[in-house]
């Protein structure tokens, strides 16, 4: 089993329509988690991180589900610049007190008009 | 601002050339990743280190090498290009989340 696996997509949604994403991820131990954006040819940035009790930014909210051992990101009243991939991100075993991080493949999103 | 800096931008490079991707962070950050990304496809480990003196392979290893002689710098050396190694490479550093580098775009002809 993958580390961490998203849904590759492509997801094609109207604009203003709702979309989510779902990401597993198979280290029951993962302390931390991201959502990532990368437009094309572009570094990847970061989205949001997500806690445990959940977060909102704006038309964006972020959910942990530990017992099943997924994240989930949820975009609302989606905008044509909302298109991009997004990359799902969790720590993997700690070493030496600090964290190596594990991106997910991505999950590719078009907006239509 | 800097964050992580890679340079260069863009390479071509001939068959059997060798050249060094240089990247740089001044956040202090141990962590430290280089990835290829090749088009269309997700992002894949080529090594990664987690303090200066400390490297490990990643899942796409053969045909780098890199090294970490302090905290800032990660270079990542292509001893004899192949065409499969055409690709963006993206260098990244973390503490808790990941910071990228603007990626350097590599042609082998």
């Known amino acids: 089993r993958k580390e961490v696996e998203q849904d590759p997509g492509p997801f094609n949604v109207p604009e203003g329509a709702t979309v989510a994403f779902n990401c597993t991820y198979s280290n029951s131990a993962s302390q931390s988690f991201f959502w990532y954006r990368q437009d094309c040819r572009k570094e990847p940035k970061l989205l949001m991180s997500?806690?445990?009790s959940g977060n909102e930014d704006g038309r964006f909210t972020a959910q942990l589900n530990r017992a099943s051992q997924y994240i989930s990101l949820l975009i609302r009243d989606s905008k044509l610049s909302d298109s991009a991939t997004y990359l799902c991100v969790v720590n993997g075993p700690a070493d030496f007190g600090n964290e190596k991080l594990t991106f997910g493949t991505g999950t590719r999103l078009t907006i239509i008009p | 601002n800097a964050g992580v800096t890679q340079t260069p931008k863009f390479r071509i490079l001939k068959i059997g050339q060798s050249m060094t991707l240089q990247c740089t962070q001044d956040?202090?950050?141990?962590?430290m990743y280089w990835y290829r990304q090749d088009p269309g496809m997700g992002l894949k480990l080529i090594y990664y280190s987690v303090g200066a003196g400390i490297t490990d392979k990643g899942e796409v290893p053969n045909g780098y090498n890199v090294s970490r002689s302090t905290t800032e710098d990660f270079p990542l050396r292509l001893e004899l290009a192949a065409p499969s190694q055409t690709s963006v490479y993206f260098c990244?550093?973390?503490?808790?989340?990941?910071?990228f580098g603007q990626g350097t775009r590599l042609t082998v002809v």
């Open positions: 990244a550093s973390s503490q808790r989340e990941a910071f």
């Open positions: 956040m202090n950050h141990n962590y």
């Open positions: 997500v806690y445990s």
